[in-house]
Antibody, heavy 119, light 107 residues
Framework: EVQLVQSGAEVKKPGESLKISCKGS????????IGWVRQMPGKGLEWMGI????????RYSPSFQGQVTISADKSISTAYLQWSSLKASDTAMYYC????????????WGQGTLVTVSS | DIQMTQSPSSLSASVGDRVTITCRAS??????LNWYQQKPGKAPKLLIY???SLQSGVPSRFSGSGSGTDFTLTISSLQPEDFATYYC?????????FGPGTKVDIK
């Protein structure tokens, strides 16, 4: 069974750093792109970027370039989303999603990680 | 960026109603259009990919159509479990984008 299991909710202060994770199982982790999606409170879905764990090829949506870092450790089938200095506006739910090649749709989603940034 | 719009932004419907949601892309995306359903507090769920292909396990009352810039998601007979928010997504561009969502609630 394909699963993406994300790390737990985080409460951080502005300026702090954070790294959240997404562990894949039930499939060949290095053979599928993993994307990250942001959902701010009460808002819609925003595509942040994507990584191919096989070779760590990473692409960022323009709005998120320079704001976050996406990485992966294929030895433990885990992708990461990282911030070096959080802002209150980073408060959101973050989802990882496995992307199928061809028509590039997201077929499996993690359960989400809620990040709250507040002083 | 390719911009996605959806209409309506919300609708009220009754169980058994036929529901149609429209999605439009700012440029041609061929059939690189996917539909997701999201219920409160849950991750999105893939319903339709490549504009008209039904994801495995999704009820056949859901269908998708369209190509180029105009797309439609249809629910043939609305069921109680279908009350949710629906998002379209273009996956044509390297930078995927979602529509703003359509909330379907109970009349």
């Amino acid at each position: 069974e394909v699963q993406l299991v994300q790390s737990g909710a985080e409460v951080k202060k502005p300026g702090e750093s954070l790294k959240i994770s997404c562990k894949g199982s039930g499939y060949s982790f290095t053979s599928y792109w993993i994307g990250w999606v942001r959902q701010m409170p009460g808002k819609g879905l925003e595509w942040m970027g994507i990584i191919y764990p096989g070779d760590s090829d990473t692409r960022y949506s323009p709005s998120f370039q320079g704001q976050v870092t996406i990485s992966a450790d294929k030895s433990i089938s885990t992708a990461y989303l990282q911030w070096s200095s959080l802002k209150a506006s980073d408060t959101a739910m973050y989802y990882c999603v496995r992307r199928r090649d061809g028509y590039n749709y997201g077929d499996y989603w993690g359960q989400g990680t809620l990040v709250t940034v507040s002083s | 960026d390719i911009q996605m719009t959806q209409s309506p932004s919300s609708l009220s419907a009754s169980v058994g109603d036929r529901v149609t949601i429209t999605c439009r892309a700012s440029q041609s995306i061929s059939s690189y259009l996917n539909w997701y359903q999201q219920k409160p507090g849950k991750a999105p769920k893939l319903l339709i990919y490549a504009a008209s292909s039904l994801q495995s396990g999704v009820p056949s009352r859901f269908s998708g159509s369209g190509s180029g810039t105009d797309f439609t998601l249809t629910i043939s007979s609305l069921q109680p479990e279908d009350f949710a928010t629906y998002y379209c997504q273009q996956s044509y561009s390297t930078f995927s984008t979602f529509g703003p969502g359509t909330k379907v609630d109970i009349k």
